[in-house]
Nanobody, 127 residues
């Protein structure tokens, strides 16, 4: 069983930055294949944001965040980060991290590929 805890959410003005963290309670990063970030805005379905494969660092991004968000990992700390820059009001959502236990997978952006989920952290972009 893998336990994921998100942190770093909050209120930020448009154009600002935040860094989210996802800490995984695994012995090593080899205990899971990939970590992804999803978000859910009020009244909308949950949507994929980014994903990183833990053994080789391969990353994927949703088009809506490409060039603004960066996903990275610290294997020693079993933590994945989501650096969010140039934030927009439409980035407001609850952000979730999730883990894929075994890979590879064909569709990193599909919720059903993920085996474990965190509880989420609120990000609000507003002036």
């Amino acid at each position: 069983q893998l336990h994921l805890v998100e942190s770093g959410g909050g209120l930020v003005q448009p154009g600002g930055s935040l860094r989210l963290a996802c800490a995984a309670s695994a012995s090593t990063s080899e205990d899971y294949y990939a970590i992804g970030w999803f978000r859910q805005a009020p009244g909308k379905p949950r949507a994929a944001v980014a994903c990183i494969i833990t053994n080789d660092g391969t990353t994927n991004y949703a088009d809506s965040v490409k060039d603004r968000f960066t996903i990275s990992k610290d294997n020693a700390k079993n933590t994945v980060y989501l650096q969010m820059n140039s934030l927009k009001p439409e980035d407001t959502a609850v952000y979730y991290c999730a883990a894929i236990a075994l890979g590879p997978v064909n569709m990193w952006y599909k919720e059903y590929e993920y085996d474990y989920w965190g509880q989420g952290t609120q990000v609000t972009v507003s002036s």
